[in-house]
């Protein structure tokens, strides 16, 4: 039951703020108007498609995780009974906001936005903010040495090489 509230409050939020930030706001911006190519301005428009598909890939399987490993929501009024610190989060700290700083920046190279760009930008300032203000004070508060330790060896925007592990702690390598 617990995994069932957890995917039914994971959909919802979903739909509230990934859709929102990285769809209906970035359609707002650009209405979704693909310029005229020629031969030298598709390779772009396909970095743009493949960087936005993978962050889609990555938003949904952070999201299952939430799911399946804390048994709660990225929401924070339906927050995780558990510190999820796996799948991409061995990685990155804030896949989810990566994700859908990528399906931004995708889609301001597909349709040669300056002005997604600068929403890309002014989102990313937003998600920092409050990441830095809101979710690392709460984390800490909730799991304490265990985020600590996930903290100090997971970088919270640029992804490590090298997966991390609660077992090995920090890894020189990543």
Sequence with gaps: MRKQRAALGSALFFLAAPCVVAGVLPWWISRWNLPTLRSWSVLPAVAGAAVGLAGLVVLLRAFGRFVNEGLGTPAPVAPTERLVVGGDYRFVRNPMYVAVEAIVLGQALVFRS?????????????????????????????????????????????PRLHPWTAASGTDPTG
């Design 114 to 158: 300056g002005g997604l760009m600068l929403y890309a930008l002014v989102s990313w300032l937003g998600m920092a903010a409050f990441v830095r203000w809101y979710e690392e004070p709460v984390l800490r508060e909730r799991f304490g040495a265990q985020y600590e330790s996930y903290r100090r060896s997971v970088r919270a925007w640029w």
